[in-house]
């Protein structure tokens, strides 16, 4: 079975530039989850989608982090403009409930802002 | 004080040496609990999840203690190929991670 799938994998780009990072649930969850984790600060959620509908953004740090679900199978998390301290690895999880059912993770996107 | 916290190590244990991590919660509405493990450079896998009456999955025992509001996680005869980080998760509303205990077994 196919489990959460990331794109891309590695990303490395110029301070300012805009950054795409895209994710594709396990077929039949519902829940959808981006998280951030770098060494000093671990794992961080920073939204979460239940039924593709935004539930809380209330860890997304800036109006410069957007994310959007426009369908059941697809998420993307944009960063515009991207700055140094931003750089981190970016997961997307997917679970079949946002509550009692564990998440299981993608790859993750693993970013560096020059 | 942090909702979820757990000890950051690391813990250096010699092959079969058992050892156990616990983490602690602060929000008692919470619902489910799991246990993650994390290799350098890879994602978060399930190791297990914890039920009310504790559970085992081999080498490996999760407890769950409500009136204290921990989480504890307990393995046995531990390999070399245990040395990673655990994540501890626990859910009300959604899904708070710990920072992770990092495990290093030496032989």
């Known amino acids: 079975d196919a489990g959460v799938i990331q794109s891309p994998r590695h990303e490395v780009t110029e301070m300012g530039q805009e950054v795409t990072l895209r994710c594709k649930p396990i077929s039949g969850h519902n829940s959808l989850f981006w998280y951030r984790q770098t060494m000093m600060r671990g794992l961080e959620l920073l939204i979460y989608?239940?039924?593709?509908?935004?539930?809380?953004d209330s860890g997304m740090p800036e109006d410069r982090f957007s994310a959007k679900m426009p369908n059941a199978s697809f998420s993307t998390l944009k960063i515009q403009p991207s700055e140094p301290r931003d750089s981190a690895v970016y997961f997307c999880?997917?679970?079949?409930?946002?509550?009692?059912?564990?998440?299981?993770f993608g790859d993750g996107t693993r970013l560096s802002i020059l | 004080r942090k909702e979820v916290e757990q000890d950051p190590g690391p813990f250096n244990v010699p092959e079969g040496a058992t050892v156990a991590f616990n983490c602690t919660y602060s929000?008692?509405?919470?619902?489910?609990f799991f246990w993650y493990r994390q290799d350098c450079r890879k994602e978060p896998k399930l190791l297990m999840s914890v039920y009310s009456s504790g559970n085992e999955d081999g080498r490996f025992t999760a407890q769950l203690n409500r009136a204290s509001q921990y989480i504890s996680l307990l393995i046995r005869d531990s390999k070399l190929s245990d040395s990673a980080t655990y994540l501890c998760?626990?859910?009300?509303?959604?899904?708070?991670f710990g920072t992770g205990t990092r495990l290093q077994v030496f032989p």
């Open positions: 999880a997917s679970s079949l409930n946002r509550g009692a059912q564990p998440q299981h």
């Open positions: 989608f239940n039924n593709n509908v935004p539930i809380d």
């Open positions: 929000n008692s509405a919470s619902q489910s």
């Open positions: 998760a626990v859910n009300t509303d959604k899904l708070i």
